[in-house]
């Protein structure tokens, strides 16, 4: 089974909003909480940061036409991209 490695920069997606995108450190005020002082979603700080990376890696793939096996991409974005075995 073939595998992709996406790298996605983790900056910002403990302090991001799954929600509404909001951006701010008050949006941590705990190591395991996470409360948006914008829009006020609750979650757990660490399912919320998975959430935003998972959709940053999911938007490298829509960018780069998806992941067919067998095809070529209909553009590249960048070198992100890893096979893992």
Known sequence: ???LLIKVNPRYTSQTCFE?????KENRRTQANFECVECRYVTNADVNAARNILAAGHAVLSAEGGCVKGRPLKQK?????????
Request: proline residues 0%.
């Open 1 to 3: 089974m073939e595998r």
């Open 20 to 24: 509404c995108k909001h951006i701010a």
């Open 77 to 85: 974005t960048c070198d992100l991209r890893e096979k893992v075995t």
